[in-house]
């Protein structure tokens, strides 16, 4: 499903492409520059970005071992929208080592978030887990405040610009950012499959994990840097979308199980299929209107919260 979604995605949109647009790779047909130059890259990046969300809601969940802890809900998401809304604030405009101005501050943004919460979290070192995720909503609104603080004094184009930032979305010209993100992916990817008998242990318990010869804390703090770190890019580059990270490993555990080396492989091809065919709907179903992917992910995420919450 996940090769299909890439395969077709490409030629669906305002206008409908043929093979013999994919094939006039050195034409300069509006229908070759339009799935080369946009279309493709496009899939891509939403591929990338799906399936990097996944993996960290996947490791998310059994850090936290709470079926509702998600990337986005961290505060993770609200340092970036700091950091776009001061990028946008203070009128950058340049790049920083192939990075858009914006891309680094979010970036910057929500590491400085996670740094913040590992910093909460060393004061307790005896409920760290908690104190991470309580520390996360914290920080979550503390940033949003900050937001709105710079959306408030900023113009009016700057407050369109950052909202269209906040809903998240995917528009790109050529495989750039598409290729700065798949490293990102790779290193979510290698996170997992490497911890995965550390995350299968955390899910049956601190006691046990510690008895089968786990070094606890230590294995948080790496696990809890570096997934961060993974989500803090992806925020830079696509926008704080939504639900990803909650939905994907769900129901991909409803398919192969809890074991941690199969729920990655799992939630890898559906989670880059499942942003593919958001973002698809979103700039095809109300053409030539173009929605922000975060808009369908919330509303898709929204109602699957909720079934989390009330199922037994």
């Known amino acids: 499903m996940s090769a299909a979604a890439v395969v077709i995605a490409p030629f669906v949109g305002a206008r409908a492409l043929s093979l013999a647009d994919v094939l006039a790779w050195g034409g300069k047909t509006g229908g070759a ?12 990046l939403a591929w990338f970005c799906g399936a990097t969300l996944g993996l960290c809601g996947m490791i998310f969940q059994a850090l936290f071992r709470n079926p509702l802890a998600e990337p986005t809900m961290l505060g993770v998401a609200s340092g970036a929208s700091f950091g776009a809304a001061f990028c946008i604030y203070m009128g950058w405009n340049v790049s920083l080592f192939g990075f858009s101005a914006m891309a680094a501050s979010s970036f910057v943004g929500a590491f400085a978030c996670v740094l913040a919460l590992q910093c909460a979290a060393g004061l307790r070192p005896d409920r760290e887990g908690a104190t991470l995720l309580l520390a996360g909503v914290a920080f979550n609104f503390f940033f949003s405040s900050l937001v709105m603080i710079l959306q408030y004094m900023g113009t009016y184009n700057d407050s369109f610009r950052l909202l269209r930032w906040t809903l998240g979305g995917i528009q790109v010209i050529g495989l750039g950012e598409a290729l700065r993100l798949a490293p990102v992916f790779v290193l979510a990817a290698a996170v997992s499959f490497a911890s995965a008998r550390e995350l299968d242990l955390l899910l049956c318990g601190p006691e046990m ?3 089968r010869g786990m070094e606890l804390v230590r294995a948080r703090r790496v696990l809890f840097l570096a997934v961060s770190f993974c989500v803090a890019l992806s925020v830079a580059f696509c926008g704080p979308v939504a639900f990803v990270g909650l939905m994907v490993p ?6 192969v199980g809890s074991l941690h080396r199969n729920l990655a492989a799992a939630s890898i091809f559906f989670g880059g299929a499942f942003l593919v065919l958001c973002d698809t709907a979103s700039r095809t179903l109300w053409s030539p209107m173009e929605l922000p992917v975060g808009i369908i992910t919330s509303f898709l995420g929204a109602p699957f919260f909720l079934w989390l919450l009330l199922r037994k």
């Open 33 to 44: 520059r339009i799935f080369w130059e946009l279309r493709l890259p496009r899939v891509l």
């Open 209 to 211: 994990a510690v008895a």
């Open 250 to 255: 769900h129901l991909c555990r409803l398919v």
